[in-house]
Nanobody, 118 residues
């Protein structure tokens, strides 16, 4: 059974940085796409960043509003995916969810809250 556990969220001032981590277990992840979604209160869940197996952070896909501020990376040996978030803005406030796409379905973590204060 796939399990994803996020960490690294918290309260940060606008302009600050946070690094989210996601630890995966339960299956072989090396060939899967991994990434991050977020959901703000009253809003739909949106894809923030995704990275395929063998991709570099530069080749990853990003939501337009976070490109050049956020960087996704993965460590296949450790079954980890990360999201480095710099120059955070109030509108980045949301619950951030790690996911894995195994080709059949998306598996989700429980999420970690990121709150950006002005």
């Amino acid at each position: 059974q796939v399990q994803l556990v996020e960490s690294g969220g918290g309260l940060v001032q606008a302009g600050g940085s946070l690094r989210l981590s996601c630890a995966a277990s339960g299956t072989t992840f090396m060939s899967y796409t991994m990434g991050w979604y977020r959901q703000a209160p009253g809003m739909a869940r949106e894809l923030v960043a995704s990275i395929g197996f063998g991709w570099s952070s530069a080749n990853a896909d990003y939501l337009a509003s976070v490109k050049d501020r956020f960087t996704i990376s993965r460590d296949n040996a450790k079954n980890m995916v990360y999201l480095q978030m710099n120059s955070l803005k109030n509108e980045d406030t949301a619950v951030y969810y790690c996911y894995i796409d195994d080709g059949n379905r998306l598996h989700w973590g429980r999420g970690t809250q990121v709150t950006v204060s002005s």
